[in-house]
């Protein structure tokens, strides 16, 4: 080897390196700092998104799959679809928030290119979880808040706390494929432990409707395979800790439970329908409304809260309800604003991802295993999420579904070749 081809490779070996280190920082960041700074959600993907542009320095050597092809697909088709339409009725204004999805498929390629070891995958969102629960007991029992919110919206940040702790269960299968599987078990336990936790003294109900769904996907990963005596301990102790998180007053979930049935009550009995669910059903009724009159297409951002405003003039919703700018339901409110078409794009954005990555719910190696749960999660969460939030109407909605999508999908398709050829 000559000298010049000598520091070629040298050159070309620290680059790898050096690039490899900054992304598996960055994917730590996406879960240690999501929740506990100010648009902490942005950090570690905006480093990707960085890091995405040494791909241009790069000749490349790696090939997508039609797997991976599916995945582009739907991240583009959605910021094309959902971009394009608000394009239209906002110009420049309305890219915003699509335009997030698109940027996802540049990191999507680097961590294609340079897949990160699990290990800053599961440690960051262990960290982040636990430092979100964490925080979420300093508001409620030393601030004194109703709800833990953290830095961003009550309902996002309980939901996404939620989210961040079921993906740290999907990672416990991981962890006992490692050599020091007891303390990686331990702190992807905690974690997840927190997560949960985060989302109970958030009071965000919305996200516990998922739990049975989430508890099915768990057991079909891990359960089977586990002694019936442990599936009876496992059991009990989530009864008990949920029998005790909902008798401690100190949570407030005790509360929201309560508070539920007392809106539902008011609602039907025509007491008062601008509670918290009694709001939600005026807005689905209003939308409704508009949805028959502009299936297709629908109304957009701008004609949806001035259609909207007029049904609160005419009295057929309350005034209070007629003000929101979306429908608290991320299917309602596509129907409404971008119709059957944008409907389309939405559920190719949940439900495509779910069905490659639940696929790989029973495979053999522990390791695929548990980025296929994460994955399947991580669809399942947002579709249980939008049930009764738009999620997608916030930040930190339009940044951690597309950007932890790319990451995770960027590993599972890695590790799925490489078992392949080894196979």
Not at 63 to 72: A, E, G, K, Q
Not at 76 to 96: H, K, N, T
Not at 283 to 301: C, F, H, N, T, V
Request: hydrophobic letters at 50%.
């Amino acid at each position: 080897m000559s000298i010049s081809a000598g520091l070629k490779k040298r050159e070309d070996d620290f680059f790898n390196k050096s690039i490899r280190v900054y992304i598996a920082l960055s994917v730590f960041f996406m879960g240690s700092v999501a929740l506990v700074v100010p648009s902490g959600y942005s950090v570690g993907p905006l480093l990707l998104l960085l890091g995405s542009a040494s791909l241009l320095l790069l000749k490349p050597n790696f090939t997508l799959s039609n797997r991976d092809y599916w995945i582009v697909g739907v991240l583009g088709g959605y910021a094309l679809i959902v971009g394009g339409m608000s394009f239209v009725e906002d110009g420049a204004r309305g890219l915003d928030r699509p335009v997030r999805f698109l940027l996802a498929i540049p990191v999507l390629l680097l961590i294609i290119r340079f897949p990160p070891r699990l290990a800053s995958v599961w440690s960051g969102l262990a960290v982040g979880t636990c430092l979100a629960g964490g925080w979420a007991i300093w508001q409620k029992i030393v601030e004194g808040v109703e709800r833990a919110e953290g830095y961003t919206h009550v309902i996002q940040f309980g939901n996404l706390s939620m989210l961040m702790g079921v993906i740290c269960f999907a990672g416990v299968g991981w962890a006992f494929a490692q050599p020091h599987r007891y303390a990686w078990g331990t702190l992807l336990i905690a974690g997840g432990a927190m997560g949960m936790l985060g989302s109970l003294l958030s009071g965000s109900r919305g996200g516990w409707i998922g739990l049975p769904v989430v508890a099915f996907i768990l057991y079909q990963g891990y359960g089977k395979k586990l002694p019936n005596a442990l599936k009876v301990i496992i059991i009990s102790g989530v009864i008990a800790a949920g029998v005790a998180v909902y008798s401690i007053p100190q949570t407030g979930v005790q509360e929201r439970v309560h508070a539920a049935f007392n809106d539902l009550s008011h609602y039907y009995s025509d007491e008062n329908r601008d509670t918290s669910l009694g709001l939600r059903f005026e807005m689905w009724r209003g939308a409704s409304q508009l949805i028959l009159q502009r299936p297709l297409y629908g109304w957009g951002e701008s004609g949806y809260r001035e259609a909207m405003a007029q049904l609160g003039e005419q009295g057929q919703i309350t005034h209070q309800a007629s003000q929101f700018g979306h429908a608290h339901n991320e299917y309602i409110d596509a129907l409404a604003k971008r119709g059957l078409i944008g409907l389309a794009a939405l559920l190719a954005l949940y439900f495509i991802p779910l069905r490659l990555f639940a696929s790989g719910l029973q495979h053999p190696n522990l390791e695929i295993r548990s980025v296929a749960m994460a994955g399947t999660l991580l669809a399942v969460g947002y579709i249980d999420f939008g049930l009764s939030q738009t999620f997608l109407a916030h930040n930190s909605g339009v940044m951690f579904y597309p950007f932890w999508l790319s990451l995770l999908w960027g590993c599972y398709s890695v590790l799925i070749r490489k078992h392949e050829h080894s196979a």
